[in-house]
Structure formats: C-alpha cells, structure tokens
C-alpha cells in the first residue's frame, strides 16, 4: 500500500476531476431537454447563460468554502461546522440514497448506451440485448472506477480521470467542430434568424424551471473535489 502521504492526486489530477466531472454525460444530454421544455431555440439559450452564470456563482462560493474549510466531505463539512451536525448529517444521507444513486445510475447508463450504439456497426444487437448490454457496460465502469480508488490516488484514479477528461474534452470539441462546419459550410442558420429564433418558446414556469433543471445538470459535477479535500496534495491550496 502507498503511504499516506504520496497517496494523494496533484494539481493535474485534482484539475481533471473537476473538468471530467463537469464535462460528464449531462452536456450530451441536457441541450435536448432545454430544447424539448423551452420550445425554441432563442430560450433555450437564453437558458444555457442563465444557468452558466448561476452555476459560475454557485461555483465561486464552493472555492471560497473548499480553501476555507479544507476537509472532505463538502456540505456535511460546512454545515458541521457552523455545528449543525444532525442537519449535515440528514442531508449526506439524503444525498447518498437518492441525489447521488440517482445521478450515478444515469450516468453510467448513459455510458452502457453510447457503448451500444458506437458497437451497433459490428455488433447486430436486439433491443433486449443492448438494454442489457448497456446496464452490463455502466455495471463494469463502476466496478472499475471503484476499485481504481481502492489502490493508489496518484498512481491510478487520478491517470484514470486526466485521460477521461481528455476524451471528454476531445469529444466536445468534434461536436463543437461539426456544428460550426453546418453553420459556415452549409448554411444550416434557418433557426437562428431573426423571424425563427424565438418561434415555439414556451414561457410556462413549469416548462421554463425543467429546462433550467437540465441545465443547471449539464454545469453539475464543481463540487467533486470538495468531497474529498483531505486527498489533494498541493503546496499552495488555496492558490
């Protein structure tokens, strides 16, 4: 077993968590649902700048309590420590059992189907199947995940998420790339003109507060490092 004190993730690693997390399955996901409740495409990126700046500030404010209160364990570790540990103590529990399951099983199942799908050229799957080979596929990325923490930090989680989050980053930037090869090269600007951008949006709060749940996922993920403060090894942490 490494010891205690070289078994910790650096700047880069602690970096790549952040970023992996950030960038996770809720970007590929979330821009159909803002479209799907919002209506049109002006609202919905009205929404997207809204729920960036709201997440822009809610992220600032995790910084300050991260470097402040540098123990692990985020809102359990604020709220203990204004000594209101029942409260922190019900809202872990909470967290774990329904916010964090629920998070997670979307995540990984998200993983299992675009496995799926990237196999379908090869792979002649039935329906059944692929459900089931996409569960069987989120399962093992989470038994790897898993059992890359159980080792060395440094050593193997944190080379894990610098390279998912290099995937990650690469498959936005292929996305990005082939939308803007649409917008210059083909002309594909018919929704953004003038006369269409703002056609279908649906203004009813329900709609508007769903498509700024989606959003607000897609930003989601700036609070993993503060679960674990305690295992980031840098000289200057607040820095």
Excluded at 110 to 117: H, I, S, W
């Amino acid at each position: 077993m490494a010891k205690k004190e070289t078994n910790k993730i650096g700047l880069i690693g602690a970096t790549s968590y952040i970023v992996g997390s950030i960038i996770g399955s809720g970007i590929f996901i979330a821009p159909k649902g803002i479209v799907e409740h919002a209506g049109s495409v002006g609202l919905s990126l009205i929404i997207w700048v809204f729920c960036a700046l709201l997440n822009m500030i809610t992220a600032i404010n995790y910084i300050e309590l991260g470097t402040s209160i540098p123990e692990s364990g985020a809102d359990l570790a604020y709220i203990d420590y204004m000594g209101w540990t029942p409260i922190a103590f019900s809202l872990l529990w909470l967290s774990l059992l329904i916010q964090s399951s629920s998070s997670a099983a979307v995540l990984y199942l998200t993983f299992g189907k675009y496995l799926v799908q990237a196999l379908e050229p090869i792979v002649c799957f039935s329906d059944a199947d692929a459900d089931n080979a996409s569960k069987l596929f989120g399962f093992g990325l989470l038994l790897f995940l898993t059992l890359t923490n159980m080792f060395s930090l440094q050593k193997f989680a944190s080379r894990v998420q610098i390279v998912s989050m290099c995937s990650k980053i690469f498959a936005t930037a292929i996305i990005i790339g082939i939308g803007f090869f649409f917008i210059i090269f083909r002309g594909a600007t018919s929704h953004y003109s003038s006369s269409e951008i703002m056609k279908g949006s649906d203004w009813k709060p329900g709609a508007i507060v769903l498509a700024i749940y989606q959003g607000n996922w897609a930003f989601g993920g700036f609070t993993t490092l503060n679960y674990g403060s305690e295992e980031i090894q840098i000289e200057n942490f607040r820095k």
